[in-house]
């Protein structure tokens, strides 16, 4: 049995929370043992952690009964089974929900407690093909990356955290010491450990260590769901700046998938003054339209590619002066090229097949710079701000939202390719 509560005597704050308990929180706790007593007598094992009532809840505790915290804590007895309930992915279309062990935070590390887990494209992939490239799950793998939770323990050598702190989580852990790191390109390190990057466990699960300054704490403005989408968001940012957007950009963006989207929203908040963004489906350009896209443009395969440029420009006014391919497929990286101005930048940040056709000398002879998007790189404090200040709302993409339980069906819902589904949200708790 662990129990978890923040740092003081629990035999005084144990009549005080409990007073203090309402509905559901209240049951939560009496049920997991058979006297309030026995608490006091056994001493169970406690773990030090801060929890934040739901905001709908009474916070009417005066100030001379509050436990030394921020005034919008609360102290709260979580007491649980020792459920760590993982979603594995076994194989191709063969995802399964198991209990799997709590582990201990080394020394530089912070046990937490997961929230929120988006699913991204890339776990769809490894779902349905057992691969992206040159990654292949070779054996089972706890799948996920897009996350946030509340911290509840901490390495010896943590500094930067406290338990109860909302963290979003950065999945991508370098080395720090190799040339990369050293030059802050960090996302190029040999040597990077990254979330459901098979070898390498994810973190859709209850609970989850990570590298403490790969952590980054949430301000009371962010919610922990926001907080998961701070990984996609950071692709955006780090597309946006690999493509030099500033104010006055006219920018393409091919793709109106959730990579596109939110690209769309850091080129807006950059300074761009005209955004036009293509799609193969009206529904996710109708979306772009309402987050802020001057134009949109529905493309439809059996396109000639001259038309598309031709309609592209009309929608411009001009050749755009930035072009983000988020797509991936090779006609997509045609129209990047082709599409941007001479001494323009065409970034690609999709991924599709190892080789493709590209006009490469129409864009040497154009000056047309080509420019390659992997993750991203110091973004994740960026994107952070810009939510933090109100710059742009994410909330929009997220569609779906299920339970840990319901894992499975989340995924079947993502790879079925319905119209209405950009973002789902997977709830830990």
Not at 85 to 102: F, K, V
Not at 164 to 187: H, M
Not at 332 to 360: D, H, K, N, W, Y
């Amino acid at each position: 049995m662990f129990i978890y509560q923040e740092s003081w005597s629990y035999t005084s704050i144990f009549f005080q929370g409990v007073k203090r308990f309402h509905g559901v929180w209240m049951i939560r706790l009496l049920v997991a043992v058979s006297a309030a007593t026995r608490l006091l007598i056994y001493k169970p094992r406690v773990l030090s952690s801060s929890f934040s009532f739901p905001s709908a809840l009474p916070r009417n505790i005066p100030d001379t009964e509050r436990p030394l915290v921020d005034h919008c804590n609360y102290t709260l007895f979580r007491i649980m089974a020792n459920d760590n309930l993982t979603a594995i992915l076994y194989g191709i279309n063969d995802i399964r929900l198991e209990q799997t062990p709590i582990e201990e935070p080394d020394q530089d590390e912070v046990l937490i407690k997961m929230a929120c887990v988006g699913i991204c494209g890339s776990d769809v992939h490894y779902l349905v093909n057992g691969r992206i490239g040159d990654f292949v799950v070779r054996k089972p793998m706890i799948i996920g990356h897009e996350s946030s939770g509340v911290v509840v323990k901490l390495g010896k050598n943590v500094k930067n955290l406290k338990v109860g702190d909302r963290v979003a989580i950065e999945p991508g852990v370098s080395c720090r010491t190799c040339k990369f790191c050293k030059e802050g390109r960090y996302n190029l390190c040999k040597d990077m450990v990254f979330c459901a990057t098979p070898p390498v466990h994810g973190n859709l699960r209850r609970f989850y260590k990570h590298a403490a300054d790969f952590c980054f704490k949430l301000p009371d403005n962010v919610t922990l769901a926001e907080g998961a989408l701070l990984e996609p968001l950071s692709v955006g940012v780090h597309a946006c700046k690999r493509a030099n957007i500033g104010i006055g950009s006219k920018v393409l963006i091919l793709g109106a998938g959730p990579i596109g989207l939110l690209s769309l929203l850091v080129a807006k908040a950059m300074g761009a003054s005209r955004i036009v963004i293509t799609d193969l489906t009206q529904s996710r350009l109708d979306l772009a339209k309402k987050l802020g896209a001057d134009a949109t443009l529905l493309v439809k395969k059996e396109d000639a590619e001259s038309h598309i440029l031709k309609r592209i420009i009309e929608l411009v006014g001009e050749e755009p002066d930035k072009t983000i391919d988020a797509c991936g497929a090779q006609s997509m990286i045609r129209l990047a090229i082709l599409a941007t101005r001479s001494g323009g930048v065409a970034v690609l940040v999709g991924m599709g097949a190892p080789e493709v056709q590209v006009p490469l000398m129409n864009a040497l002879v154009r000056e047309v710079d080509i420019r390659g998007v992997f993750r991203y790189a110091n973004d994740y404090a960026d994107a952070l701000n810009l939510l933090a200040t109100e710059k742009i709302d994410v909330k929009p993409l997220i569609t779906h939202n299920y339970k840990l339980e319901d894992t499975v069906q989340a995924f079947e819902t993502s790879k079925s390719g319905q119209a209405d589904v950009v973002k789902i949200m997977i709830h830990c708790n």
